[in-house]
């Protein structure tokens, strides 16, 4: 398994470029399972997720091309004939977002099997909701082995309001509507960008969607929808790594291909704990402001301080001075960096859903494993503060939703290069 090595010390200057959305690439590659016809997305970001969706819909049926290369980062799908529409269990054990095909399955083909995606390091990431929405739209799913199969002749139009905010169950329920008989009302939906993005690819593709982004998303079922080229978002998450990795060295990065509007919570955090940010068009400027000031935090759905940013912003408190409160609202078990921070010399407790961090605390080098993909990322960051050599075990998480991390982040001056095994194995 590869390692990270990283020696701290240096601030990062320069600039640095953000990839495409893994979270939006994932439903809108999902997207192309509800036509026949070729679906072109760009911007797709080389991500080990990425290959493990190509290996799903390649394994129903479907023909996928994945390049990337200076030009491309792209993908052409084209499901022209799903001839084993099953989400097998050996693909959805690594990617629990593999769920995302069973509403366009159970769309285009009447029939759906998933495995179920079971939990994964940051909590039990129950699917009940995207199961209720397909029963309410008519689909008949039962359970047997480990596995979900859903029927339906055809979905039909139905009045769904979420119980809790999801944000791949509105995606998978949204897919599903838009070939239902009739039309499907959804409430209290995830207004994440990710879901404006999947149905800006939806509406190209013919389907009929009105109030993506609120809470309240209207669509009238159509009986078949055609193929569309599309560009995916740019990562909002990746985005704001970069952010907090420029404030927490002390640096100058300008942040570049990003979509500020969408980093809004994140930098109005960074502002109130002191660090400079000047916003442009499609990059955002961070530099450091003299010392960090604490400041608590807390965890909502969209508009809100996002929680695949909460154990960055966690790395960066250690940093501040002052005591910072952080809760996590969205995962119950999301404090898997804290232990790894702690033996790097934060000074953090918790309690129930909220960490209390006291700063400003020195990091030392440590020996850290890497846990869940934004665990890794708080490392790699608390890494480039601290004093000596880091050796972070287990950085397959990290490759699962960041490109070329190590290469991006040397290109702004970060002293960190990827240790494979001895046999060079993965
Ligand atoms: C998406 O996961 C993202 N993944 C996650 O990013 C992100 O952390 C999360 O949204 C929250 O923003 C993708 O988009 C592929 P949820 P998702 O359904 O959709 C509960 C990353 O780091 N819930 O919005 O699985 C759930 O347990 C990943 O890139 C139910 O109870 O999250 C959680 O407490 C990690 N029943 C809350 O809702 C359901 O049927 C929000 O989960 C569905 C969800």
Redesign the pocket.
């Known amino acids: 398994m590869d390692k990270f090595v990283v020696r701290g010390g240096n601030p990062l200057l320069g600039t640095i470029k953000v990839s495409g959305a893994?979270?939006s690439a994932?439903?809108c590659m999902a997207a192309a399972i509800l036509t026949e016809d070729e679906v072109i997305l760009e911007n797709i970001p080389q991500v080990h997720?990425i290959e493990t969706e190509r290996k799903l819909l390649t394994s129903m049926g479907a023909e996928v091309e994945l390049g990337y290369g200076r030009a491309q980062h792209r993908t052409h799908i084209k499901c022209a004939i799903l001839s084993d529409p099953v989400a097998k269990y050996e693909i959805v054990k690594t990617m629990?977002?593999s769920?995302?095909v069973l509403g366009p399955l159970i769309a285009r083909t009447g029939i759906a099997r998933v495995a179920m995606p079971g939990g994964?390091a940051?909590?039990?990431?129950?699917?009940?909701?995207?199961?209720?929405g397909l029963e309410a739209m008519g689909a008949t799913i039962t359970q047997d082995h480990g596995y979900l199969e859903a029927r339906a002749d055809r979905l039909k139009g139905a009045h769904i309001v979420f119980?809790?905010?999801?944000?791949?169950?509105?995606?998978d329920l949204l897919m599903a509507a838009t070939l239902a008989e009739g039309e499907t009302l959804f409430e209290n939906c995830?207004r994440?960008p990710?879901v404006t993005d999947l149905a800006a690819l939806l509406i190209a593709m013919g389907a009929k969607i009105e109030g993506a982004g609120t809470a309240t998303i209207r669509v009238q079922g159509v009986t078949r929808l055609h193929g569309a080229r599309h560009r995916i978002n740019p990562d909002r998450?990746e985005a704001g790594t970069f952010l907090v990795a420029g404030a927490i060295t002390g640096g100058d990065l300008n942040v570049d291909c990003c979509e500020p509007k969408h980093l809004g919570a994140l930098i109005s955090k960074l502002e109130q704990c002191g660090v400079k940010i000047d916003v442009g068009a499609d990059h955002v400027r961070v530099r450091s402001g003299g010392e960090l000031k604490a400041a608590d935090m807390t965890t909502e759905?969209?508009p809100g301080f996002?929680?695949?940013m909460q154990a960055q912003y966690m790395a960066l408190a250690t940093q501040a001075e002052g005591t910072s409160s952080i809760t996590e609202n969205?995962?119950?078990n999301r404090f898997m960096h804290v232990q790894e921070l702690i033996r790097m010399g934060a000074n953090i407790t918790i309690s129930g859903r909220t960490a209390t961090i006291r700063g400003k605390t020195p990091l030392q080098s440590a020996a850290v494993m890497c846990s869940?993909?934004?665990a890794s990322a708080s490392l790699v960051l608390a890494a480039l503060v601290a004093d000596g050599e880091t050796i972070l075990d287990r950085v397959y998480h990290l490759d699962?939703?960041y490109e070329h991390f190590e290469e991006k982040l040397r290109g702004v001056g970060a002293q960190i290069r990827r240790m494979g095994d001895v046999f060079g194995k993965k």
């Open positions: 893994k979270n994932l439903p997720d629990r977002a769920s995302l994964c940051i909590g039990g990431r129950p699917i009940d909701l995207h199961i209720s119980d809790k905010i999801t944000v791949t169950g509105t995606e995830a994440e990710e998450i759905e969209y996002p929680t695949d969205i995962f119950e869940d993909l934004r699962r939703g």
